[in-house]
């Protein structure tokens, strides 16, 4: 029998992740029974880290696009070196991905030198806004911002990266007229190697600045952006994540503490943080009652992908609620991803149901 890409993804999506699905790659019209929970949304080229958001009436995508390399694989990720990004859209869950083709390249970009790492977006005032990790010539990671007239680019890089920022994996909270940037993310990310803010001379590795097990963990930051977009209004502060005994979670607590990949949303007056955990592979979620937090630990949003890296994001259009995620479905190697899409239900209780990425 077959079906309509369009009829079969949207079923898929309709029928939650309680219930074993079959699995389509879009393009294919057989169904064939997979492993896998969900679909690929793109299938010409590998894309990860996929921010989503509701532009213009429409799902637009903001992922990285993963590429084949030669760069040897180190515990730093250097073979994640992506060099541009593309925007996608959708009109509708389910309905055709749309590929917008190249939105900005690593060589139009003045400062950086290499790794387009896990991008984000904002609409402001007609204006698109596209934030982006990449390392600079020093080889330390910063945030730079691109700007376009349209949601889906082309963009024009910033000469400089945001003042004041560091690691990688931003990501914007809007709240009416205020946009909040998060990032932060450890390991590759390098947020180990800075004490209050500071770079440290002589850290070097991916664990260099990690602390020990029974102390406090690293944390994501925040900051206002001002009303430039381009700029940070103040200095980033640590978003905190507490456990239910209101103790800050530990650096020791792998299956809990901030790895990358923050993300906010707002759902029924409450903050939800959520986050990868790295090594142990889950997406996970706290919440708290404003933007700057504290945040209360609460559970897992998504259960471990295939591959290695776990990065996700939440978004509601028309009404409901979506998970953005990616695995590695259609390589089989952890940095050639692909992204995907899940519908995210949020309990009466204000818990969020977990996703499972496998049937
Ligand atoms: O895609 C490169 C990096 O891998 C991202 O920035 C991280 O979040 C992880 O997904």
Known sequence: MKFPIR?????????????PQKSIVAGDLESVPSKFTHSPLVKGLYTADPSAHAFEGNIYIYPSHDIETEVEEDEMGSHFDMKDYHVFSMEEPGGEVTDHGIALKLE?????SRQLWAPDAAEKDGKYYLYFPAKDKADIFKIGVAVSDRPEGPFTAEPEPIPGTFSMDPAVFPEGEDYFLLFGGIWGG???WYDDQELVEGRKGPTDG???DEEKALMPYIAKLDGSMKALAEKPRELLILDQSGDPIKAGDHARRFFEAAWMHKFDGKYYLSYSTGDTHFIV????????????????VLEPVEGWTNHHSIVEFEGKWYLFYHDTE???????????MAELTHMPDGTIRTINPMN
């Not at 009829?7 to 219930?19: E, I, K, N, R, Y």
């Not at 139009?108 to 950086?112: E, G, K, T």
């Open 7 to 19: 009829f079969l993804v949207a079923s898929m999506l309709a029928a939650g992740c309680s219930q």
């Open 108 to 112: 139009d970009v003045p400062w950086a």
């Open 190 to 192: 390098q947020l180990q």
């Open 210 to 212: 990690i602390p020990a």
């Open 285 to 300: 979620y706290a919440t708290g009652d404003n933007p700057y937090g504290p945040f209360t630990y609460q559970g897992k």
């Open 330 to 340: 259609l390589s089989g190697k952890t940095p050639l991803r692909n992204i995907k």
